[in-house]
């Protein structure tokens, strides 16, 4: 329900929105990034950043690329759709690194290499648009209005994913004997 909410809010605003996206000053891509105080150990943290992992992705085995006590690092993917006069439909994804690093009492997010890729479809083909970077600077007119719309949602959706790792960052795992 909160997604369907959330397309119909991306697909009558996103047509007019030119994206406002963080724009990190030093690498200059797009990173979404703070460090976030929470109660807890760094290994209470990670724990908790374990589980989310888990809870948030189908599969946090293969979205998972690194991990120790200090960090953890993924390669995710999110859908991203284009609405036409027919109607909607999807257009690909937006790919992402993840990381988390950890500190007692704190953590660190940092979301970036944001890339697009395509995906096939019954007539063909929607192509891979590349670095998200590359998709803001596009002046050509048609194309500016699709990447805008691209760029919106993948922004929507990452915004959601670190609203949903704070919370669950926030509270403590329930104690085992507690079952």
Known sequence: MI???????V???????????????TTNLITYSAVVEAKGTKDELFSR?????????NSAQSVIQMEDKDKIIGKALT?????????????????????????????????TNLYHTGQSIEDGRIPDFGPCEEMMNEKKKHL??????????????IKALISGLKKDMSTATVAKDSF
């Open 79 to 111: 859908q991203v759709y284009r609405k036409v006069a027919i109607g909607t439909y999807e257009y690909g994804y937006v790919n992402y690194t993840i990381s988390i690093y950890f500190k007692d009492d704190k953590y660190k997010y940092e979301v």
């Open 3 to 9: 997604f369907t909410i959330l397309l119909i809010a």
């Open 49 to 57: 950043a374990r589980e989310w992992f888990a809870k948030t992705y």
């Open 11 to 25: 697909f009558t605003t996103a047509f007019t929105q030119t994206p406002i996206l963080p724009i990190d000053s």
């Open 144 to 157: 500016q209005k699709i990447y805008y719309n691209l760029l919106i949602q993948a922004d929507i959706n």
